[in-house]
Nanobody, 127 residues
Framework: QVQLVESGGGLVQPGGSLRLSCAAS????????IGWFRQAPGKEREGVVC?????????YYADSVKGRFTISRDSAKNTVSLRMNSLKPEDTAVYYC???????????????????WGQGTQVTVSS
């Protein structure tokens, strides 16, 4: 059974950091483009960052997180992590990881190529 599970969310003060993890079962994350998305209450889901399949190696960040967030792979653990630094209240959202079967490159919009999604993990940035 193909499954993605996010973890690492929580409550953090503005300026703080969190590390989210996306773990897979039933398939190898290195063979897929992986995207991180988020949805805040009352807002549409938005793309945060994506990383292409391991053999390609491209990364794309949304302008809103560029310089603050870093995506990375751990092939041995079959996970993709999202390191989030300098967090702001506007980063508060449910964060989802998703997998897309793309041969090259990745994109965070549109999302129709992302066929497998996790259940999400809540990130709250507040003092």
């Amino acid at each position: 059974q193909v499954q993605l599970v996010e973890s690492g969310g929580g409550l953090v003060q503005p300026g703080g950091s969190l590390r989210l993890s996306c773990a897979a079962s039933g398939f190898t994350l290195d063979d897929y483009a992986i995207g991180w998305f988020r949805q805040a209450p009352g807002k549409e889901r938005e793309g945060v960052v994506c990383i292409s399949r391991s053999s390609d190696g491209n990364i794309y960040y949304a302008d809103s997180v560029k310089g603050r967030f870093t995506i990375s792979r751990d092939s041995a653990k079959n996970t993709v992590s999202l390191r989030m630094n300098s967090l702001k209240p506007e980063d508060t959202a449910v964060y989802y990881c998703a997998a897309a079967d793309l041969m090259v490159g990745c994109h965070i919009s549109p999302t129709r190529d992302y066929g497998s999604w996790g259940q999400g993990t809540q990130v709250t940035v507040s003092s």
